[in-house]
């Protein structure tokens, strides 16, 4: 029943009257032991003046407590300003006092008011005493009985400086939640055996299973400001071997109103430990760019593309142009825009392929930059249906590109892939074809046509991450093509800010690549995720080999072989560039190649390809073929010359 009682009202607090009186019933308590204190246990003094003087006290103290507030706070929360709030109360009943005594004196008002010095002393330091440990004497309470009936979750706190004390605060103070702090943990060993809060600093080193157990410990939250992802990646490591859940707080800047809310510190994921920093980016120039724009993005409501728009829609824009073959995404963009307030854009449904459709767009709305993120992605379906891939990536970029040229397009920033870098797939290399074609239009275009390239994309349709969950949540086992494949990987916000900030800074013909830090072992991110789940390979979740997939290699790469880099203003990004001597005749294969595509012959147009971008070479593929039959004509040719 207590239990019950306990949870069922957990969320109810003390009517403020109520502490407003018990605290005047507190002061009149203290007044009276005063005089004992004073003159003892007789109360060798007039008993006529106390009983007098009291009901002075009682309106004394209660126009303190009104005037201060102090009686409006949570007592189950109380903290410093609430103990501070209390010596301002008891400091003004202490003054009020003194002007009773300083009135009844000048025979102001009756001398039975004359208190002496002493009690007004005695009576000031027994209300600062007794005022704040009975607050605190109930809030421990409170939070003990809480933690011992109802369901209490144990913790510890990874972390024992200002961020491990405002987690402690944002802990204790949540009604919704029965949370018990058993201890913080800490590198420094200086605080090793020291207490915060009454609460014990453990050493890390200490951290075992048996202290686990032995303490019984749910969950560990790691708060720690400004962590670099090397270093809460090994704290996270040496954790979860431990079998309890681990926490992060978020960063400083994204705490409510400045405030940590529980409700924020989340079970850490996968995103939080990849090894790679954020990229800070020139927001003030990309401001200058984009004012007064109309801005145009294909693909807006797919992964890259809606992110460009929520980034788009913080700047002073003139409009945005929405268009997506997507109708559904679309609607929710829509949604979560007009949510947001955001109010001046245009969602169109329309594909990319329809000239005279796009062509209609653009004579309507006069685009000032475009941002091309429409796409097809998946290196597998492509390498099935390449038909289909020439259609999006190569056609559909060529007709957009046209138009932005005929309609004076300031600039069209194109969203390419690190797999068009010596691409062993359809899908890379229908992107590099892509490339190529606005690189060259570049030259005869007032346009400037800009193309950014980077590697996966973290929470992406399509990525590994999501895949690898929902295996999880059905129990494994989480497939892998090779224990040996690696990836590249960036965030969806900072791969959409480096799309803008592409645009901001190209003069047109660059292609911008970002530095991505290290490349990430996937086999080695399907086991991480496994311990994140708390769960355990390979007892509870296997791993399978499932072999690489039609057009899949192992590494990825975001330079070509016959691409030097230049800097530019941010370290973290450089400009590629290729040789486009021969764009008159890539401009003419281009053209051919899109004519061949209507005739859906896999073999001839793939061999088209391949003849464009010559490093094209097929893994995995049944359009291996073609390259072995490309071979034998080169070692012929060249014995023919000999």
């Not at 208190?115 to 409170?142: A, D, E």
């Not at 704290?235 to 800047?253: C, Q, R, T």
């Not at 788009?312 to 007009?338: G, K, M, T």
Request: aromatic letters at 8%.
């Amino acid at each position: 029943m207590i239990k019950e009682y306990i949870i069922n009202n957990s969320h109810k607090h003390a009517s403020k009257w109520l502490v407003l009186s018990i605290d005047i019933a507190i002061t009149i308590f203290n007044f009276f032991l005063a005089y004992v204190i004073r003159f003892g246990i007789t109360l060798n003094v007039d008993i006529v003046n106390l009983v007098y003087q009291l009901p002075f006290i009682v309106i004394l103290s209660a126009i303190s407590f009104l005037i201060i507030g102090s009686h409006k706070g949570v007592v189950r929360h109380t903290g410093m300003r609430d103990a501070y709030n209390l010596f301002l109360a008891v400091t003004v009943i202490i003054s009020l006092s003194g002007v009773l005594m300083v009135s009844s004196r000048l025979s102001l008002i009756p001398d039975l008011l004359n208190i002496p010095v002493s009690i007004i002393c005695i009576h000031y330091l027994l209300n600062i005493i007794t005022l704040t440990t009975s607050r605190l004497i109930f809030k421990y309470c409170y939070h003990y009985i809480k933690s011992k009936l109802g369901d209490s979750s144990r913790v510890l706190i990874y972390g024992a400086g200002d961020s491990g004390l405002i987690t402690l605060a944002a802990i204790t103070n949540d009604s919704n939640k029965s949370v018990a702090v058993i201890g913080f943990i800490d590198d420094n060993h200086q605080k090793f055996g020291k207490t915060i809060n009454g609460i014990k600093v453990f050493n890390s080193k200490s951290l075992n299973q048996e202290f686990i157990q032995k303490n019984n410990i749910n969950e560990i939250i790691v708060s720690i400001p400004h962590i670099e992802k090397k270093r809460l990646s090994d704290i996270s490591d040496n954790l979860l071997k431990l079998s309890v859940k681990v926490k992060i707080i978020p960063a400083v800047s994204d705490w409510i109103d400045g405030k940590l809310n529980v409700s924020q510190i989340k079970q850490i994921q996968i995103e939080d430990l990849l090894d790679r920093a954020p990229i800070a980016l020139e927001n003030e120039k990309i401001k200058q760019e984009l004012q007064d724009k109309v801005i145009m993005i294909t693909g807006a409501a797919g992964s890259i593309g809606s992110e460009i728009v929520r980034q788009a829609s913080f700047y002073n824009y003139s409009h945005l142009v929405l268009v997506d073959q997507a109708e559904s995404p679309l609607y929710d963009l829509q949604q979560e825009l007009l949510s947001k307030g955001v109010s001046n854009f245009t969602p169109i449904v329309a594909d990319i392929r329809d000239h005279q459709r796009v062509e209609t767009i653009f004579e309507k709305f006069r685009p000032n930059m475009v941002f091309h993120a429409a796409a097809y992605k998946h290196v597998p379906l492509m390498e099935n249906n390449p038909c289909e891939a020439i259609k999006i990536n190569v056609l559909g970029t060529r007709k957009l590109a046209d138009l932005s040229s005929k309609y004076g397009v300031d600039k069209f920033v194109f969203v390419s892939t690190d797999k068009a870098v010596n691409p062993t797939n359809v899908m890379g290399a229908t992107k590099r074809v892509a490339e190529m074609y606005i690189k060259c239009l570049h030259k005869t275009s007032k346009t400037k046509f800009i193309t950014t390239r980077f590697g996966n994309v973290l929470g992406s349709n399509g990525s590994v991450i999501p895949l690898f969950k929902k295996q999880i949540e059905k129990g494994g086992p989480i497939t892998v093509t090779h224990k040996d494949v690696t990836r590249f990987f960036m965030t969806i916000p900072e791969a959409s800010q480096l799309v803008i900030e592409a645009g901001t800074m190209g003069n047109g013909g660059e292609i911008f690549i970002f530095d991505m830090g290290e490349s990430v072992k996937i086999f080695d991110l399907a086991k991480k995720m496994i311990r994140l789940s708390g769960l355990h390979y390979p007892n509870d979740i296997d791993i399978e080999i499932s072999g690489l997939r039609p057009g899949e290699k192992l590494y990825e790469e975001l330079l070509a072989d016959t691409e030097n880099t230049l800097p530019t203003y941010h370290k973290k990004i450089m400009i590629s560039k290729f040789d486009d001597a021969d764009c008159p005749l890539v401009m003419d294969k281009i053209d051919d190649l899109c004519i061949m595509n209507l005739l859906n012959q896999d073999d001839q147009i793939v061999g088209k390809l391949k003849e464009i971008v010559p490093e094209f070479i097929s893994n995995n593929s049944t359009f291996e073929s073609i390259d072995r039959k490309n071979k034998k004509i080169n070692i012929r040719g060249r014995a023919i010359l000999v």
